[in-house]
């Protein structure tokens, strides 16, 4: 109770009295709380200062205030002690409360305090507020409130009496969010909402209490109580208010509250959504190993990510509550309690119900799955429902892919058309044999829940719609350009296997109840599906094109998981083409809109899209921190196993960004993991996995593993998808990269240059992508003294960037220090040193080294500049040295030989 009593307990029993009707809370000692550390529970709630009793406590036996017979002692905070008594002239026990003795010169403010509880609480007649009977002054004059004895614990007791699931976990908290909701209707802020302010009796009651801090939202708060910084030593350790420092307790208290604003209901919101995050993720919500670092991360809004168990819905409802800005969360606690109560599970349970018994009621019990389809017509014989695949794929779409695919004259097109026709008649043929036993499920003897079998057939169809788009594409006339990216596309096709997974059918979304926009939806969802294929097979001009024509139409249709897919795909095909600035509009409009229609799954692959847009395609690598978080929980969110392991590879490149090599590379792997549970070790995006493991290596300076784990990822690529894939571009550059870095120059040259030439022919010679492989080839034909030819890659290079990404843009930094470098290697370091302080002013990690380093190089040649060049070397030799870079050894080795004066060493 009253500033944090309600945590600790003493374990002697009550004195029996004869109703036992109303009471207050009688616990055990607290065991350690999993979401603090022992050391803090220890300090806590066993420190011998904490328990020795003031004076001026009743002892048991003694009557107060005429009429309340003290029977024990059940806890004691910071400011009161909590008592258990019986009421002689009511018959009844109640818990009083009193002020401590040792609250020391706030004892005036503690009294007003007591009594704005008393006045508050009994403005209060809620089932989840604790009932307050009486007040008044004992015989010494001190104050004491009189109110509901509970028989039970704190939450926070009730949270670690043994494991909870999440769904018990909220149930308790919707109860606490009640009562808290009804203070907010009777104009009252709590301001110190916390685990040890609830009591779960154990009648299942939960009961919000310790109103001791409550003020009047219409009142002034008077002279600021604010937090003052720092706190003193263990403050966001304990759940005990403190006295003398703060309104409140420091580790629930909202932002504004740190910052000495005003509290009001937003506020208790805030604090109602740490403790609801520390009971579901067994974690702190800010983490830090100092107060300092818990503030920061509180005020900078920085949460822990939580852990991937949990629901996304749940999650979304938590994470918007702990807002640092109030105006960001829901506006009130009845909105934050509506969210946390909408689980998709049990709605979507309520939604088939509904429409199973409307069916019934009009005789379609046996047609319900197929009412969503639009179906009217007596139920199909199982055994003839494969042939919903005639014109999909059957005998004729198969020779006209044939046809299609090696009419391109192209030397691997009949081994790409046998490897595609192999993977579509296998997934054509699991998904006729689903198909029907679907059909036949409900005729068992044992029968799943008919909600399953409506899912299960929604799904399915999807898939049929889906594959409808691959075989379209692939039978058109022949098309050189479609061959190295047919098998890709297939494989791209959504696991069946989802469509058989009950917990993926509900966590999947529904198509829409209202039967007329769901007609149009599925009408546009085919064209969708379309605009996804067209991306996955590199079709990037043809989905531009479906794109434009389709936004308008899925805009009307008012249907947010439909409109988010479309934004979503689009924004893909834009990035192929190379337009990262609309892809990335496409795809923020797109996370809002998914967000919105429950879809988790494609909310991880727009946070993770976003992440590849602004870090890797812009270099804007310092925004994209800012997405780290938010990509990881989306990630954590989704059930999807598939969509996690995308958002994961995203966070991996990242990682990469930010120098932070290690956990990129175990990032990746744990997508690889992920993504061959579901596809198998031999799917292209395996070898992606891969691949970025390499560069991750590579950046380390790792450059023979690099090399090593990017020819197996190659390897992978050429093997399934053929060898001029543009999957292929990435791995040739990183290993061109590795081998000039080793010193192998005429291998790094060959699989430049094929890298160049394989953007050129499947990509187009102004594509983004183009401005890497231009870049490393023009430093390796410098060490190989090919000098034109290097000034002409690295010029072809810098004019691409700043035509596709701007003269701003990061990119710039590369090409620009490779001008520099040759310009130095031929003499000419007064024509260097322009470009390389351009270069300075916009490169970014591993890159400013570089030319940091380079520059320095540069400005030696420069006596008057030599102290300028010794600090740049210093500086990228410190860079190199944090990393344990190999680069360190070359800049030292510079540094020790190249002293300001002669005999000053390193």
């Not at 005990?240 to 504004?256: M, S």
């Not at 998808?721 to 010193?743: F, T």
């Not at 030439?757 to 492989?773: A, T």
């Not at 035509?803 to 260097?832: F, I, T, Y």
Request: charged share 25%; net charge negative.
């Amino acid at each position: 109770m009253g500033d944090g009593t309600q945590e600790d307990r003493k374990s002697s029993p009550p004195v029996p009295t004869p109703d036992d009707q109303d009471t207050q809370v009688i616990a055990p000692p607290l065991p350690p709380v999993p979401w603090e550390t022992p050391e803090a529970f220890e300090k806590t709630a066993t420190s011998p200062s904490l328990w020795r009793p003031p004076r001026d406590v009743p002892p048991p036996g003694r009557t107060v205030a005429g009429r309340y017979t003290v029977l024990d002692r059940l806890g004691e905070g910071g400011m009161s002690i909590v008592l258990a008594a019986y009421d002689v002239r009511l018959d009844r026990r109640v818990a009083l409360k009193l002020l401590n003795a040792r609250a020391g010169p706030a004892q005036d403010h503690s009294e007003l305090r007591m009594v704005r509880e008393a006045q508050a609480m009994a403005r209060l007649n809620h089932p989840h507020v604790v009932a307050v009977y009486d007040s008044g002054a004992l015989e010494d004059g001190s104050f004491f409130i009189a109110m509901e004895y509970v028989e039970g614990q704190t939450l926070r007791q009730w949270h670690v009496e043994k494991p909870r699931s999440w769904r018990e976990v909220l149930e308790v908290f919707l109860a606490a969010g009640r009562g808290l909701a009804a203070a907010h209707g009777a104009g009252l802020v709590h301001r110190d909402f916390k685990p040890d302010n609830v009591l779960v009796g154990q009648d299942g009651r939960v009961r919000v209490t310790d109103f001791g801090v409550a003020r009047t939202e219409a009142l002034p708060e008077g002279p600021s109580l604010g937090l003052p910084l720092p706190l003193p030593p263990g403050a966001w350790d304990t759940s005990l208010t403190q006295p003398g420092y703060v309104v409140g307790t420091p580790r629930y208290l909202a932002p504004e509250l740190l910052k000495g604003a005003p509290a009001d209901a937003r506020s208790d919101l805030f604090s109602f959504c740490v403790a609801l995050y520390e009971a579901l993720c067994g974690q702190p919500a800010f983490a830090g190993s100092t107060d300092r670092e818990r503030t920061l991360a509180r005020l900078e809004g920085r949460v822990a990510p939580p852990p991937p168990q949990l629901p996304g819905w749940l999650l979304r409802a938590v994470l918007q509550g702990l807002s640092p800005q109030p105006e960001q969360r829901p506006a009130s606690m009845a909105v934050l309690l509506k969210a946390l109560a909408d689980d998709p599970a049990l709605r979507r349970s309520v939604w088939i119900r509904s429409a199973l018994a409307a069916s019934a009621g009009m005789g379609l019990v046996a047609l319900a799955a197929w009412g969503w389809l639009g179906h009217r017509e007596p139920a199909p014989d199982c055994s003839q429902l494969p042939r919903q695949l005639e014109g999909i794929w059957d005998a004729d779409v198969r020779q006209r892919i044939r046809q299609s695919l090696e009419g391109t004259g192209l030397p691997y097109a009949k081994a790409t058309a046998d490897r595609a026709v192999a993977a579509l008649e296998g997934y054509a043929g699991t998904w006729a044999r689903m198909r029907v036993e679907a059909c036949e499920s409900p005729r068992v003897e044992a029968p799943r829940p008919l909600g399953l079998a409506v899912l299960q057939e929604y799904c399915l169809e999807r898939r049929r719609s889906q594959l409808r788009a691959v075989t379209g594409l692939l039978a058109g006339a022949p098309d050189a350009e479609l061959v190295p990216r047919a098998v890709e596309a297939i494989q791209a096709l959504p696991p069946l296997a989802y469509c058989a997974d009950a917990q993926a059918l509900t966590a999947a979304v529904p198509p829409p109840e209202d039967p007329q926009v769901r007609a149009q939806a599925e009408a546009l969802h085919a064209e969708v599906d379309r605009l996804e294929t067209l991306y996955e097979a590199g079709k990037y001009a043809q989905g531009l094109a479906l794109g434009e024509q389709l936004l308008p139409q899925v805009e009307k249709a008012a249907y947010a998981p439909l409109h988010a897919r479309a934004l979503y795909h689009f924004a893909q095909n834009l990035e192929g083409s190379g337009e990262f600035k609309r892809a990335e509009a496409l795809t923020r409009e797109a996370i809002p809109l998914a967000a919105k229609g429950q879809d988790d799954a494609l909310a991880a692959r727009a946070w993770g899209h976003l992440v590849l847009l602004v870090s890797n395609r812009q270099g804007r690598h310092e925004e994209a921190k800012g997405l780290e978080l938010v990509t990881a929980a989306a990630a954590a969110r989704t059930g999807d196993v598939l969509a996690r392991a995308e958002a994961l590879n995203a966070l991996g490149m990242l990682l990469n960004a930010q120098e932070k090599y290690g956990e990129a590379r175990d990032t990746f792997e744990r997508a690889r993991g992920l993504w061959e549970q579901v596809r198998g070790p031999k799917h292209p995006y395996v070898a992606g996995f891969r691949s970025n493991q390499g560069i991750a290596l590579f950046l380390q300076g790792r450059y023979e593993e690099a090399r090593a784990q990017l020819a197996e990822a190659q390897a992978l690529w050429e093997e399934v998808l053929g060898p001029e894939h543009p999957y292929l571009i990435h791995a040739l550059i990183s290993q061109g990269a590795s081998l000039w870095r080793l010193g192998r120059l005429p291998e790094a040259a060959g699989l430049l240059e094929r890298a160049q030439s394989l953007i050129e022919k499947v990509l187009g010679p102004e594509h983004p992508f183009l401005s890497e492989p231009l870049s490393v080839l023009g430093f390796v034909l410098t060490d190989m003294g090919r000098y034109p030819e290097a000034q002409q890659r690295l010029a072809q290079s810098l004019a691409l960037i700043e035509k596709v990404m701007g003269p701003e843009s990061p990119s710039v930094a590369d090409p620009l220090r490779g001008l520099a470098h040759l310009h130095r290697v031929q003499g000419a370091s007064a024509k260097a040193l322009p470009l390389l302080e351009r270069a300075l002013s916009h490169a970014q990690g591993g890159t400013l080294a570089e030319v940091q380093f380079e520059l320095a190089q540069t400005l030696w040649e420069f006596e008057t500049r030599r102290p300028r060049a010794r600090e740049l070397a210093t500086q990228a030799h410190t860079y190199w040295q944090r990393l344990e870079h190999p680069q360190s050894a070359q800049s030292q080795q510079w540094l020790s030989s190249h002293s300001l004066s002669r005999g000053q060493g390193e």
